[in-house]
T-cell receptor, first 113, second 115 residues
Framework: AQSVAQPEDQVNVAEGNPLTVKCTYS??????LFWYVQYPNRGLQFLLKYITVDNLVKGSYGFEAEFNKSQTSFHLKKPSARVSDSALYFCAVRDKRNNDMRFGAGTRLTVKP | KAGVTQTPRYLIKTRGQQVTLSCSPI?????VSWYQQTPGQGLQFLFEYFSETQRNKGNFPGRFSGRQFSNSRSEMNVSTLELGDSALYLC??????????????FGPGTRLTVL
């Protein structure tokens, strides 16, 4: 069965600095990978997805993610963090074979002014 | 285009009762998935429906059930509620079965509290 890990519960970064939220996955074959963001008392919002085309994926709000097959990683990045980026971020993987969707435990990003 | 709507937004029940949650997907979306979110277990997949058929099911007891109607609206039911069922229940819709390529759009969730 596929799985996804977000090794950091919390990431703190200063406003204007680059940010990285890590995600690694385990799945047989080629995965579909997603990043979502959740603001307090809200549902998840889609940020970006990887569907085996370009290794660098650009998404909403200036976020991007780099797919690395050899390291089985799909880290979320942003060149310059904003205070409004503070939220809970989830990585997710879908196994094409069994249609199963799994989410990571989430990483809380705090951007300090 | 209206987003995914979930009703009710908040619900308080007591142990042993049953509850029904409702989800209306984005117009044109035929796939609806349900998730349970708790601080301890994170986001866990419950089930997914496409064209009124359950296409996939997570690892939850039979007390959790769902259905989808011809207009793609979906309901989930939890019978014999337990304290551990307290959670945020999220519904997500997508154009295709389980969002193969298309992303899922999430509703705001129903916060269920079991006393």
């Amino acid at each position: 069965a596929q799985s996804v890990a977000q090794p950091e519960d919390q990431v703190n970064v200063a406003e204007g600095n680059p940010l990285t939220v890590k995600c690694t996955y385990s799945v047989s074959g080629n995965p579909y990978l997603f990043w979502y963001v959740q603001y307090p008392n809200r549902g998840l919002q889609f940020l970006l997805k990887y569907i085996t085309v370009d290794n660098l994926v650009k998404g909403s709000y200036g976020f991007e993610a780099e797919f690395n097959k050899s390291q089985t990683s799909f880290h979320l990045k942003k060149p310059s963090a904003r205070v409004s980026d503070s939220a809970l971020y989830f990585c997710a993987v879908r196994d094409k074979r069994n249609n199963d969707m799994r989410f990571g435990a989430g990483t809380r990003l705090t951007v300090k002014p | 285009k209206a987003g995914v709507t979930q009703t009710p937004r908040y619900l308080i029940k007591t142990r042993g009762q049953q509850v029904t949650l409702s989800c209306s997907p984005i117009s044109g979306h035929r796939s609806v998935s349900w998730y349970q979110q708790t601080p301890g277990q994170g986001l866990q997949f419950l089930f997914e429906y496409f064209s009124e058929t359950q296409r996939n099911k997570g690892n939850f007891p039979g007390r959790f059930s769902g259905r989808q109607f011809s207009n793609s609206r979906s309901e989930m039911n939890v019978s014999t509620l337990e304290l551990g069922d307290s959670a945020l229940y999220l519904c997500a819709s997508s154009l295709d079965p389980a969002g193969w390529v298309n992303e899922q759009f999430f509703g705001p969730g129903t916060r269920l509290t079991v006393l």
